[in-house]
Structures are given as C-alpha cells and as structure tokens.
C-alpha cells in the first residue's frame, strides 16, 4: 500500500459525512478528493488552477515529500549505525555520493558500501544531524536540500565540526524514492580539538593510562 492510500484512509476515517455540505451527500469522502476541479465551489476552484493541480494531485505530492524526508532521515540513521548495507540501497544502483571536502566520489552502490565499510578503520566516532530543507517535485524525478551539522573524531587525533548542505537528487522506483545523487558541500568547519569526546572512547582512553600509569609503578 503506498503513502497516498495511507493518508487518504486516515482523512477518511470515521463518519465523513457529518457537517458534508448536502451537494456531497451520499458520495464517498475518496470520491470527494478524487472529484475533478468542476465540482468544487468557485473559490476553491480557482485556488486550484492557481496551483496547476487537482487536489488529489496535491495529496500525492505531500505523500512524496514524506517519503523523501523519510529517505533523508534513513540516511542519516544508516550512517549513525554504521549500516552501510541499508546507506548504499538508499540510492539507485548507479547512484552517486560527492564528498569533495574528503575528497571522494563514489558511483553506484557497490562503491557506496565498500566505501561506508571502510569508515569505522579511521573514524573514532561521528554524530550528524539532518535539518528540513526544501524538496521540487517533478514527477518521478526530484531535487531538494538538506542541511546538516556534524562532528567527527579520527582515530589519528584529527577533529571537525561542520555546518553542510547536502545538493540531492532523487527517483521514485519500485521500492520507493532513492537517492540518484548526494553532493556535500561544507559552509563552515571548525577543526579544532572537541573538547568532548564519545563515552566508551573517553572510557577506553581512562584505562589505557591508569594501566600505564600501574605498570610504571610497578
């Protein structure tokens, strides 16, 4: 069932026909969102040529866009969990990822997971953060704007905090919409040393010195 059947199920729930005006009597609150732009009042009828859209047309759409957040939000979610299985089947099979401050460019999604693999061998630890950006339908295509804060901590000692776009296009598939590209671009970094660190790093790094320090007294 997709999201479109979903939310039209819970708009329609219940009893539709309490307070319908009497020109709807007897027809289906489905039947009433799929209605043609004719059978609206004049206000809303001009309100819908001034969108270019039906009003089921417009449902879908918000039903896209949920899927698109969702698809941004499982990314984020991927790369925090270190799933880098799920992290490659959210983009197409010749799906792109641009990372130019690293630098890297990945094609496709075997790149994708070989790549996120090899993450945890030279980063310690990594939080990121998806903020709402803006999504432009267009059809079975789309393009839009998330905008991230992420810190990050090497194995080497190195550290960054970085407020990001990332420049995304996407498909609607079989299996919902896929990330076609993924481009991040840093607006601002700080490298200082963070002055916090994860817990079990801050743990692991407290035993490794008092063990030092026990083996130099004994």
């Not at 209605?35 to 009003?55: E, L």
């Amino acid at each position: 069932m997709d999201a479109a059947t979903v939310l039209t199920r819970l708009l329609c729930s219940g009893d539709d026909e309490i307070a319908a005006p009497s020109r709807n009597r007897g027809r289906s609150c489905s039947a009433r969102l799929a209605s043609p732009a004719g059978d609206h009042p004049p206000s809303r009828q001009r309100n819908t040529k001034m969108k270019g859209r039906t009003p089921m047309s417009d449902f879908e759409a918000i039903a896209d866009r949920v899927e698109i957040e969702a698809l941004r939000a499982e990314f984020t979610d991927s790369v925090m969990m270190r799933d880098y299985d799920r992290f490659a089947s959210l983009f197409t099979p010749d799906g792109m990822l641009r990372m130019p401050n690293v630098p890297v460019e990945l094609a496709g999604r075997e790149e994708i997971r070989a790549w996120g693999r090899r993450v945890p061998d030279f980063v310690d630890f990594l939080v990121q953060n998806t903020h709402p950006g803006t999504i432009t339908l267009d059809g079975d295509t789309a393009s839009g704007r998330a905008y991230m804060s992420e810190i990050g901590h090497a194995h080497d000692g190195r550290s960054a905090l970085n407020y990001a776009i990332y420049h995304d296009r996407y498909q609607r598939t079989g299996d919902g919409w896929k990330f076609t590209e993924r481009v991040y671009e840093i607006r601002y970094e700080d490298t200082t040393p963070l002055a916090g660190s994860a817990p079990g790093a801050a743990g692991a790094a407290a035993n490794s010195a008092a063990g030092d320090t026990s083996a130099a007294e004994g």
